[in-house]
């Protein structure tokens, strides 16, 4: 698809006026105020403090009239402590859950043109790690659990937020933690999980809303060759680095397999019904019987369609050698999957090594407490929740609302989040935002990490409005 972050500045426009009247200056304010300061509290893995940025939104919720019994902030270890707050309801329904993580993936000064901990805003964007992921939901959820207290409203349910550690990275995954260890202070009927973006636009133009109720299986694998080493001096054919170099290389060839399933072929039919010209031929070739190979590699020359239809494997980490002088005697590579639901870690591990091609190179399951293993999960993935009328009804209600037309379609992430662990506890759950962002705007994880101020603005309102209603009957 043509590069289009040149084109973006139309969604500031189409966001900020495609809501008229609706918007809550103070709401807002409150919520980039929160925004600021979660940015600025480092929340990774290597030096940073979960524990302070819940301490941070613990004393905004009670300072703001929640008492200090439900606000509590606890966990495994003093920089991994979850919080946990509870707007208490009439007790009609069972609580609704709303998780966020606050954990932020690694971000170096040198590399971007901002300070990454330092929220900067200019030409109509917020900058800063954590600003798409997901620091922006995490800001946009306390400030509706404040302007509900304030407003004096009483839900038909409990609503509790769990703002948590180590999504990203790292042994304490505070979901995971909480089930396991409290599970009275998070148990709840259904699960909102606001880890990402649901309005995708074009050109800065809404296309459809995508409710994620389906998400790929997480992966990473250590990929290790070794030799006995000698003096550079005298090379040899035997060489880790180069023997590792050329599996990589094969890797970077492999294309898994083409699949869809009940979740995805159902969102390339809606989609199909969007889109136009040769795009919405393609996803519609894609859906005979077979397929159309031409149309598939067409499509995946798009990585987020690629994505949805192929599972994924990439390098993201290389080591090797041990000295300037020396023939290396070891080389690594972190490989990292996302896996198609029907699959398992360890039925991938399985075809990397054949991919690899090489006996030379053993390749091994990273858990996600760092332990290395040489057998990887049978784990499949979880089928997609039932989608509840109590959370479609006023979803649907409110997309309406603010972007007439655009047509609410179940998904599938990419990605992975902490529903794996919301699964697993029994309970289902929901990726539903009011963040809008354009295909070629996907920055989390990356260089110069941004959100649209008005995106923000529009998502913080959007949710208030959406959690309100979905909670007063």
Known sequence: MPHRSSRLLPIALLCATSWPAMADTAHNALARDLLKELIEINTTDSVGSVTQASEAMAKRLRDAGFPAADVQVLGPNDRKKNLVARLRGTGKHKPVLLIGHLDVVEARREDWT??????????????????QDMKDGDAIMVAALIRLKKEGFRPSRDIIVALTADEESGGSNGVDWLFRNRRDLVDAEFVLNHDGSSVDTEHGKPVVYKLESSEKVYADFLLTTTNPGGHSSQPRRENAIYELAEGLARLAQFEFPFELNAITRSYFENMAQIETGERAADMRAILQTPPDEAAIARLSRDPIDHSVMHTTCVATRLTGGHANNALPQRAQATVNCRILPGHS?????????????????????IADDGQISDTASDRKGFPPPPLRPEVMQPLQKRVAEFWPGLKVVPSMSTGASDDVYVNAAGLTSYAITGIALDRDEHRAHGRDERLGTASFDTGNEFFYRYLKALTAR
């Open 114 to 131: 901002t300070d990454p901990f330092k929220l900067v805003e200019k030409d109509g964007y917020f900058y800063g790690r954590g600003t």
């Open 345 to 365: 870690p360890e039925e991938v591990r399985q075809d990397l090594i054949k991919v690899l091609a090489s006996d030379k190179i053993k390749v091994q399951s």
